[in-house]
């Protein structure tokens, strides 16, 4: 039987999407994996998505199928995205989460791996406090965190600015949001692919 991985992303503007694409790659290269990619429901009223231009950027991963909080139960591992709100996930990802109490309930998440990417407008913009935050409701559910250790070298890297963390990749966005994914955000973002996949596969032949 193949490792079921579930990546379930929000992305307003693009970057938590690309950041989900490349997780993917990275987690596709373990073998007997199996990758579903899945975005969260948009809580933003229409007209206030095309106002600020998000609709438009939204349009390219409108093919991306959207999650049903039940789907959870069918995955081995799941890695979660989100853009950060003043240090936090954000409402359209926290309004997803509130509709597992059934699952909990249940424990139909205990000992599922549970991973976390993220991003922020600046450097300083909540970066680790999104993800630790958001790795309370994991561990409400019985999840196995797993974060990107620092065999990933890219962490480290000081000769540009860059995100990317032990607790999960990260991307900055600028405040305006023009800034994309750099390359090493990405493959910091692959390595928790590849990481996590692993885990997972382990646990799951175990």
């Known amino acids: 039987m193949s490792v079921k991985i579930q990546i379930v992303f929000y992305s307003m503007y693009g970057h938590v999407h690309q950041l989900a694409e490349a997780v993917a790659e990275g987690a596709r290269e373990v073998p007997g994996v199996e990758v579903g990619l899945f975005q969260v429901p948009e809580l933003v009223p229409e007209d206030a998505l095309e106002r600020t231009g998000a609709k438009a950027a939204r349009a390219a991963f409108a093919h991306i199928p959207v999650a049903r ?13 989100t ?25 139909a998440l205990i000992g599922k791996v ?21 790795h309370t409701t994991l561990l409400h ?5 797993v974060g990107v250790p620092y065999s990933e070298a890219r962490l480290t890297t000081m000769a540009e600015v860059s995100g990317g963390t032990p607790y999960g990749a990260t991307t900055l966005a ?4 023009s800034r994309r994914p750099s390359e090493n955000e990405l493959e910091i973002a692959r390595f928790q692919g590849r990481h996590v996949a692993g885990i997972a596969a382990r646990l799951h032949g175990g």
Do not use: Y
């Open 69 to 81: 909080p039940e789907q959870l139960a069918e995955a081995d591992a799941i890695l979660f995205g």
């Open 83 to 107: 853009p950060t709100r003043f240090g936090n996930m954000c409402a359209q990802m926290r309004n997803f989460l509130d509709q597992t109490g059934g699952l909990w309930a249940k424990g």
């Open 114 to 134: 549970g991973s976390v990417f993220a991003s922020t407008a600046t450097q300083h913009g909540g970066q680790e406090t999104t993800i630790t935050s958001f």
């Open 141 to 145: 559910h019985g999840m196995v965190i």
């Open 174 to 177: 600028a405040a305006d949001g």
